[in-house]
T-cell receptor
Framework: DQQVKQNSPSLSVQEGRISILNCDYT??????FLWYKKYPAEGPTFLIS?????DKNEDGRFTVFLNKSAKHLSLHIVPSQPGDSAVYFC????????????FGAGTQVVVTP | NAGVMQNPRHLVRRRGQEARLRCSPM?????VYWYRQLPEEGLKFMVY????????ESGMPKERFSAEFPKEGPSILRIQQVVRGDSAAYFC?????????????FGDGTRLSIL
């Protein structure tokens, strides 16, 4: 069962504009959420995380928003840069699952000049 | 390089052979996780280990797969009698702590191809 869903397989955005990536989850036991960026032939790189006690976390160009009632989180990247072109994965950890992360299927972001 | 180190980067095996994948965690990290990524899919959790202990192996196939993290040396993911369906990218991650909210940091993976 897919408990973390990224419904947009791809996103194209112009350089300098905002990229918004979305993620939905179904498990109410999730209490920690992360975003990773992945280039081909490399491992996922940690970008930003948020605990369920917060609704927003910001780090430079990256901001993650969490809406617990909707079981939805989003990643905003502003301004988008060509180096941001990658696959972005949303991941979640539950209070009942030790350190296990559950990942979405990913969103391919392409930043165009 | 203080990051998570995985080797080999690429591994080719024939059906029926054994595959051994190695992972050295980041310095200061004592928790190791293995994930598998099939083509066009996200990462799927396999196993979570601390030194000399398996904490959660709920994602491990019941047969042919095993993992260890000995007191000395890297963590090993072992696949016996490999089949074509084992072809995937296997990623190792490490963190300072397990159940607390610490991000996991990933290695660059081992791409396993079964002929």
């Amino acid at each position: 069962d897919q408990q973390v869903k990224q419904n947009s397989p791809s996103l194209s955005v112009q350089e300098g504009r905002i990229s918004i990536l979305n993620c939905d989850y179904t498990n109410s036991m999730f209490d920690y959420f992360l975003w990773y960026k992945k280039y081909p032939a490399e491992g996922p790189t940690f970008l930003i995380s948020i605990s369920s006690i917060k609704d927003k976390n910001e780090d430079g160009r990256f901001t993650v928003f969490l809406n617990k009632s909707a079981k939805h989180l989003s990643l905003h990247i502003v301004p988008s840069q060509p180096g941001d072109s990658a696959v972005y994965f949303c991941a979640a950890k539950g209070t009942d699952s030790w350190g296990k992360l559950q990942f979405g299927a990913g969103t391919q972001v392409v930043v165009t000049p | 390089n203080a990051g998570v180190m995985q080797n080999p980067r690429h591994l080719v095996r024939r059906r029926g052979q054994e595959a051994r994948l190695r992972c050295s965690p980041m310095k200061g990290h004592s928790h190791v996780y293995w994930y598998r990524q099939l083509p066009e899919e996200g990462l799927k959790f396999m196993v979570y280990l601390q030194k000399e202990n398996i904490i959660d192996e709920s994602g491990m196939p019941k047969e042919r797969f095993s993992a260890e993290f000995p007191k000395e040396g890297p963590s090993i993911l072992r696949i016996q009698q490999v089949v074509r369906g084992d072809s995937a990218a296997y990623f190792c991650a490490s963190s300072r702590q397990g159940e607390e909210n610490q991000p996991q940091h990933f290695g660059d993976g081992t791409r396993l191809s079964i002929l």
